[in-house]
């Protein structure tokens, strides 16, 4: 069972950047792909961006895409989110997950063990 703490959310203006961490505790983190969703107040989860076990394949949400950027350290069982450009709409709390299913997904569904996210505020 992996377990994962984000890290790194925050106030920022439009057009910062900020980086978020997702840390992993257990030794087969750099087996899964992983994912970044976020949530805004009064919405549904979404997919943001996604990573496969060694990194060589990442995928977006077309709302970020050329925005952010993720990576991942496996030596250091942590996942990234690159954001640049941050607008006021992505405001949200941000979570890490692990890809259950271990394909290139973007289904809520498909991901589980959830961290407790971070909050980033991007004020206009």
């Known amino acids: 069972q992996v377990q994962l703490v984000e890290s790194g959310g925050g106030l920022v203006q439009a057009g910062g950047s900020l980086r978020l961490s997702c840390a992993a505790s257990g030794r087969t983190f750099s087996r899964y792909t992983m994912g970044w969703f976020r949530q805004a107040p009064g919405k549904a989860r979404e997919f943001v961006a996604g990573?496969?076990?060694?990194?060589?394949?990442?995928y977006y949400a077309d709302s970020v895409k050329g925005r952010f950027t993720i990576s991942r350290d496996n030596a250091k069982n942590t996942v990234y989110l690159q954001m640049n450009s941050l607008k006021p709409e992505d405001t949200a709390v941000y979570y890490c997950?692990?890809?259950?299913?271990?394909?290139?997904?973007?289904?809520?569904?498909?991901?589980?063990?959830w961290g407790q996210g971070t909050q980033v505020t991007v004020s206009s």
């Open positions: 990573i496969n076990w060694n990194g060589i394949s990442t």
């Open positions: 997950a692990v890809n259950r299913v271990g394909a290139l997904t973007t289904r809520l569904s498909d991901f589980g063990s």
